[in-house]
């Protein structure tokens, strides 16, 4: 699929490096810094959807959006995947379906992205593709240009580093409880139904929590048909996309990388999946789970 750099199936996602966790020397303002956070989101955000939508016959166009936008690695990998699409009449059409800044600091931002993309090929033909990537960014030139892009990124399980403010720490317990959480819910075993369906009920709230209940029957009886098995890969990478000014309700952005064993086999699937998480008392729970798609 052109237009996504390095776009792998969802069934075989590349490897890519692990995510490191910011420098004690530079301190992860993201959602410290508000103001800058959304800058940061938005920055990439333009800049994803300008460089990946384009169309393969105005290549003057696609390079000049490229030296606005792209830098270092990133255009590197661009200049590759254009290569191999500019002779054929292409045209993309990319949307950011969702983002979590990461990290952020004086020297740049890592940010979350789930995109959307629809391709037009030769004939009319049509194909629409979804990507789990880690952007590495800078701004300059008033512009956030995208230095390296990762596709079905991993990470460290758990994020290190010592917070910076109540709103990191925030962040950050918000960030770990929808990590574990989502390693719950994303969890199935036809051969231990009932026990994987108490511990969905254990993470959950309301209207999360009721809904479960609700849909309990029908669910543990077809995940016992199922014969299924899967789990969350633990490098699967997460951000926070939002946080409430009281440090109490999180959104959190997973890119879900999920092992499934069936009878068919194992592979490994993509999940872009959306966490709404709240704090009660002590413990978070997740009040809110779903897919994220064009139109979500």
Not at 62 to 69: D, K, L, S
Not at 119 to 140: C, D, E, H, K
Not at 207 to 220: D, I, K, N, Y
Request: with cysteine.
């Amino acid at each position: 699929m052109p237009g996504l750099v390095g776009c792998g199936g969802p069934s075989d996602p590349p490897p890519s490096a692990p995510v490191t966790p910011a420098s004690p020397a530079q301190p992860n303002l993201a959602f410290v810094d508000t103001q800058a956070t959304t800058e940061a989101a938005a920055g990439v955000k333009k800049a994803v959807e300008t460089v990946f939508s384009y169309d393969s016959a105005q290549a003057a166009a696609v390079a000049e959006n490229e030296q606005q936008y792209l830098t270092g690695a990133a255009r590197g990998e661009f200049d590759q995947t254009f290569a191999q699409v500019k002779t054929s009449p292409v045209r993309t059409k990319t949307q950011v379906l969702d983002s979590g800044v990461l990290e952020l600091s004086g020297a740049g931002a890592k940010v979350l992205v789930v995109a959307g993309q629809q391709s037009t090929g030769p004939g009319g033909q049509q194909n629409s593709a979804t990507a789990i990537m880690l952007l590495t960014a800078t701004r300059a030139n008033g512009n956030w240009l995208l230095s390296q892009i990762q596709v079905s990124p991993r990470a460290d399980a758990e994020p290190s580093g010592a917070p910076a403010s109540p709103s990191a720490t925030a962040r950050d317990t918000a960030l770990a409880a929808a990590r574990r959480a989502a390693a719950v819910l994303l969890t199935v075993d036809a051969a231990k139904a009932d026990s994987v369906f108490d511990a969905y009920e254990s993470v959950a709230t309301d209207p999360l929590l009721s809904q479960f209940r609700e849909t309990r029957a029908h669910t543990v009886d077809g995940m016992k048909q199922s014969g299924a098995k899967a789990s969350l890969d633990p490098e699967s990478v997460a951000a926070v996309t939002s946080l409430s000014a009281d440090g109490t309700r999180a959104e959190v952005l997973l890119g879900g990388l999920v092992n499934t064993q069936q009878q068919g086999g194992e592979e490994q699937r993509q999940i872009p999946a959306r966490l709404t998480v709240v704090r009660q008392g002590t413990a978070w729970k997740v009040s809110g789970l779903d897919t994220v798609t064009p139109g979500s």
